[in-house]
């Protein structure tokens, strides 16, 4: 433990308003063969995702709910950005954050059985069907939705049934839904 005087202090936290305790740690390097696949298992795959909190909430919902890891693909913010990980509230050391890119990720799903369905509105209603033991939920753009590798590696599309009146979604309480669903 080091203490340090305010001056010093402000240069190092990140945040308007600290809460007067900062922490160094090692970033654990993760990666997806060293999960374990005990069956049902599921991962969230973040394509593109960009808001800070919006993953870090995401982070701490996979964690909450059963989620074996939450995987960034390119373009999604730094899993272990400081907002990030503020937002995931401690998850990220007791649930896997893995960034990778489609090359890799194919080949964990070949190599493991591992289904992918992609969350889009156009997708068929969640609730109608069974999810396959092994599954990867890809999650898209908050702006954009889904890249088109995600759409064109996804073995479904799946939607929530919400009022017509609403275009989407936040994409955390989209993935909270989700995984609420996969687990019943």
């Avoid at 059963?66 to 401690?90: C, E, F, I, Q, Y």
Wanted: glycine share 8%.
């Amino acid at each position: 433990m080091e203490e340090v005087d305010e001056r010093v202090f402000a240069t190092a936290a990140e945040t308007e308003t600290p809460q007067g305790v900062l922490a160094i740690g090692v970033v654990p390097d993760w990666t997806l063969d060293g999960l374990s696949l005990t069956d049902p298992w599921r991962i969230v795959v973040l394509d593109g995702v960009q808001d800070p909190g919006n993953v870090g909430t995401i982070v701490r919902t996979a964690a909450a709910l059963g989620a074996a890891a939450t995987v960034a693909l390119p373009g999604t913010v730094d899993l272990w950005n400081a907002k990030v990980v503020r937002s995931g509230m401690g998850s990220h050391f007791h649930h896997p954050p893995v960034s990778t890119g489609w090359d890799e990720l194919d080949a964990f799903r070949r190599d493991h059985g591992v289904a992918v369905w992609a969350a889009d509105a156009s997708g068929e209603p969640l609730a109608s069907l069974a999810p396959p033991a092994r599954l990867a939920l890809v999650l898209g753009n908050e702006g954009s939705g889904l890249s088109s590798l995600s759409r064109d590696r996804a073995d479904r599309l799946v939607a929530l049934p919400i009022a017509t009146a609403v275009d989407s979604l936040n994409v955390a309480v989209a993935a909270a839904i989700i995984l609420y669903e996969l687990c019943r």
